[in-house]
């Protein structure tokens, strides 16, 4: 049996040390924490530009009012607040980071499908997403430095985080949360304050007039709630990383509790701010420094400065959890200190894409967090059913086991993705059958490919799913030797 790196180098809860291994299971010698640090650990990343601007897709898109927004808002991120902290508390009986244990739904092979789409969403796709609003922002900032500088800059501060990874991270979230939320809050009550939050939508605010095509208000309310659920499901397959060092007899209604709080609080509170911010000035758009315009001098250039930050925190999660997905996948790689190795390769990679993004920054976001719930919610129908039907089941086992096969998963994860996604998308680039008839419908592919995946599993299940095998020991152990 090879030797856990974690348990060689008694890693604990050491705070300024590179993190051994990659995706080995946790043993009980190097448990530590309280499920009270994931509030900080969720609320952190999520103050940053890429919070704000779910919010200003709805008005200035689809010309939502505020209140219709925030109604979205609130639905959008509640749902995806709630799986992620269903998920964060598989972490403390299993020890286990969320795409191993995705294993036993889809088995070895399978996960490579959800495994493989997470370690490019997360390692690159967001990576970028995040590095360009910071990018931004500093340069905003500082407007004599180029935009590339700024962008290096703060991907070489994401990487030095994530490369050290599991306990730096923590820290540093929980380090960064407090000059964080106080320049969030307040810049999200001047924006509360100079927006008419009372117009009916922002055509009659601006003109008189709509200035928007006949989108239903039903439809663009469903976009607007599918992009809020598409980016708080976004750390639903990140969730167990961050809590499996947690002690076995961690409470784990707690640490459910305090994961989802942690997301939905941040998230509800910045991205009302983001949709508030379209009816306070004159020309609104997707970017930090319209956002921060309508700030006195003082507190703009703290906010810019906050959202340079932010992106680090919330890059560091994307960055680790990314390298961890990849490392799921099973590849075996002969270097000790392999999710560094894998995290530092992503880093470059999302670099590069994040700077061709300079130039074309917030066009795509809206497609982006729609896609993102296009994948994760069929997954999270998988997922889901597979722990209810599974009770009293060993998942370590299954998850640690190479010969585990389980093709109802991957199956029904693909055929209620490729459904939904043809049927009800709803994006620049394709249009489906039932939206492009009935715009009332909106983008609601998350919705039904969600319960199509978990309809398809719950039939394929006593087939295909696999049982535990006898001949592998449970939780701290390596994966059994292959056959």
Request: hydrophobic content about 50%; some cysteine; glycine content about 10%.
């Amino acid at each position: 049996m090879t030797a856990n790196p974690i348990a060689e180098e008694h890693y604990g809860s050491k705070t300024v040390a590179v993190e051994p291994g990659g995706v080995e299971h946790i043993p009980d010698s190097e448990r530590h924490g309280k499920p009270h640090q994931l509030l900080w650990t969720w609320t952190s990343p999520n103050l940053e530009f890429a919070t704000i601007a779910v919010g200003i897709i709805g008005p200035l898109f689809f010309g939502l009012s505020f209140w219709q927004a925030a109604a979205a808002i609130v639905l959008g991120t509640a749902l995806g607040s709630a799986t992620h902290g269903v998920l964060s508390s598989w972490g403390p009986p299993s020890g286990l980071c969320q795409m191993v244990l995705s294993r036993s739904g889809f088995g070895w092979i399978g996960n490579i499908l959800p495994a493989g789409l997470n370690a490019l969403v997360a390692g690159i796709g967001w990576f970028a997403v995040n590095s360009v609003s910071g990018a931004l922002a500093l340069h905003a900032l500082a407007g004599g430095v180029p935009r590339w500088l700024c962008l290096l800059i703060v991907v070489a501060a994401q990487l030095t985080v994530a490369a050290f990874g599991h306990n730096l991270v923590h820290s540093f979230e929980k380090f960064v949360l407090p000059a964080l939320a106080v320049v969030f809050v307040v810049g999200a009550v001047v924006a509360f304050h100079k927006a008419d939050l009372s117009a009916s939508h922002l055509g009659e605010l601006r003109t008189g007039k709509t200035l928007f095509p006949p989108v239903s208000v039903t439809g663009a309310f469903l976009i607007e709630a599918a992009a809020a659920f598409g980016y708080a499901c976004g750390w639903n397959p990140y969730a167990s990383d961050y809590t499996r060092y947690l002690p076995r007899t961690a409470n784990r209604a707690q640490t459910g509790a305090y994961a989802g709080l942690g997301v939905f609080l941040s998230c509800v509170v910045l991205e009302c701010a983001g949709a508030a911010m379209v009816f306070a000035v004159a020309k609104p758009g997707v970017d930090p420094g319209i956002y921060t315009s309508m700030f006195p001098t003082w507190l703009g250039k703290l906010t810019l400065l906050g959202i340079a930050v932010g992106a680090v925190a919330a890059n560091a999660l994307n960055i680790y959890s990314g390298a961890m997905s990849a490392l799921a996948l099973g590849v075996r790689l002969p270097v000790h200190r392999a999710r560094m190795v894998v995290a530092l390769v992503f880093g470059a990679a999302g670099f590069v894409l994040a700077y061709f993004g300079l130039d074309d920054a917030g066009s795509k976001y809206e497609n982006f967090l729609l896609i993102i719930s296009y994948w994760i919610a069929p997954w999270l129908g998988v997922v889901l059913l597979d722990r209810v039907l599974r009770r009293g089941q060993d998942i370590n086992a299954l998850a640690l086991d190479p010969r585990h096969r389980n093709w109802a998963g991957p199956i029904a994860m693909f055929v209620a993705g490729a459904v939904s996604i043809f049927f009800f998308s709803n994006q620049t680039k394709y249009l489906g059958p039932i939206p492009k008839h009935h715009p009332v419908f909106g983008d609601v592919t998350p919705v039904v490919g969600f319960l199509l995946a978990a309809l398809i599993y719950g039939v394929l299940y006593k087939a295909l799913a696999g049982q535990p095998r006898t001949d592998v020991r449970p939780a701290d152990t390596e994966p059994a030797p292959a056959a």
